[in-house]
């Protein structure tokens, strides 16, 4: 069955370093979305994105935050400054066109821990 | 506002016991229902949808149904297993700019099962 992947599984990262997450959305999909759980608390929405720009972004996906698909498979996130707040699990998801895309489907997810 | 509302948890219960996680919901227009699990140390797995008023979903003995009437989409299970032990969120689709979809989650509820 087609999935969604991401890597790292797993970040360490100084405070103020650059970091970026990547995924591979499923194939034959065109929109593409991050969302952030921070321990214990709920899944939030960052951003969607589609035909090269971003859809729709919450109040939480702010300057330091940036997507990028650079090439026909792979969609990033990239956090510019990290601070200790951005210490979260990031879930890229992916979802179809049209009525299929009434179903997002997400990765495993990349835990990023600050330090 | 979109918003979902789940059961506090943790629960825990013994082997074959009867589940109910409840959900609530508040929307406008008419979005989709979903509830996924995340088993530890894994990501976000959906397990089940309902696209419309009365519409059921089920998979893995799990059933929920979408009740437009109570704004309810209670998931429920007759007899769970150890291996069903995991935190399960229950969320709404709604469509954002374009055709991009955003789901709206609510805070997850941990569930244990005994042997």
């Known amino acids: 069955e087609p999935e969604v992947t991401q890597t790292p599984s797993h970040q360490v990262t100084q405070m103020g370093q650059e970091v970026i997450l990547r995924c591979v959305p499923i194939?034959?999909?065109?929109?593409f979305y991050w969302y952030r759980q921070i321990l214990g608390q709920k899944v939030e929405f960052l951003v969607s994105?589609?035909?090269?720009?971003?859809?729709?972004k919450s109040e939480i996906f702010d300057d330091q935050f940036s997507v990028e698909r650079p090439d026909g498979s792979n969609f990033t996130l990239k956090i510019r400054s990290t601070k200790l707040e951005d210490s979260a699990m990031y879930f890229c998801?992916?979802?179809?066109?049209?009525?299929?895309?009434?179903?997002?489907?997400f990765g495993e997810g990349s835990w990023l821990t600050v330090v | 506002g979109n918003s979902v509302t789940q059961m506090e948890g943790p629960v825990t219960l013994s082997e074959e016991a009867f589940l109910t996680i409840n959900c609530t919901y508040t929307?406008?227009?008419?979005?989709?229902l979903f509830w996924y699990v995340q088993y530890p140390g894994e990501g976000l797995q959906l397990l089940l949808k309902?696209?419309?008023?009365?519409d059921k979903g089920s998979n893995k003995g799990f059933e929920a149904t979408y009740r437009k009437e109570t704004t309810s989409f209670h998931l429920e299970k007759g007899s769970v297993q150890v291996s069903d032990s995991a935190v399960y969120f229950c969320?709404?689709?709604?469509?954002?700019?374009?055709?991009?979809?955003?789901?709206?989650f609510g805070s997850g509820t941990q569930l244990t099962v005994l042997p």
């Open positions: 998801a992916s979802s179809a066109p049209g009525a299929g895309g009434n179903t997002i489907y």
């Open positions: 194939s034959n999909h065109l929109y």
């Open positions: 994105f589609y035909n090269n720009e971003i859809s729709e």
């Open positions: 929307a406008t227009g008419y979005p989709s």
């Open positions: 309902a696209t419309k008023a009365d």
């Open positions: 969320a709404l689709l709604r469509l954002s700019s374009g055709s991009a979809r955003q789901l709206t």
